[in-house]
């Protein structure tokens, strides 16, 4: 076993209480096991806030793959991000990262969460635009 393995998470929550582009983030320290997730209560894009923590929850545990993954994008295509075949990696990766948690999470809101509504948040103000233009 490596350091950590088998002990559990230690996560506080925290309320951004101000204008913020988020609805949710994880900030993570693996060695450590410790993570403060972030959750927009001022104007959050989602309105599902329970599906949002087991959206970050999800993160922290795919956290070591995400790692690892952005480590060998660094090792195949260097350090340069501006570099057009790192930046396409990059996005690719990061695009099917948070489809993977979003999936999952959406799984587990359906198991087991008390709010089981889908979260139109982004999507419908794209809607709203398109009939308002």
């Known amino acids: 076993m490596t350091e950590g393995e088998g002990r559990d998470w230690d996560i ?9 582009r988020k609805t949710g983030d994880v900030k993570i320290d693996r060695a450590d096991k410790t993570a403060i997730m972030l959750i927009n209560n001022c ?7 329970e599906a949002v923590i087991i959206h970050e929850l999800v993160h922290i545990k ?11 994008l660094h090792a195949v295509y260097g350090n340069d991000e501006n570099d057009p075949k790192f930046e396409f990696a990059y996005t690719q990766f990061m695009e099917v990262l ?9 799984g587990y809101v359906e198991l087991g969460a008390d709010d089981k509504s889908v979260s139109y948040g982004r999507i419908q103000k794209e809607a709203d635009n398109e009939w308002k233009n």
């Open 62 to 72: 795919l956290w070591d793959m995400d790692q690892m993954i952005e480590g060998l």
């Open 12 to 20: 506080k929550l925290e309320l951004v209480n101000k204008d913020w």
């Open 43 to 49: 104007n959050p894009k989602q309105t599902n806030i």
């Open 98 to 106: 948070e489809l993977t948690a979003q999936d999952l999470s959406k």
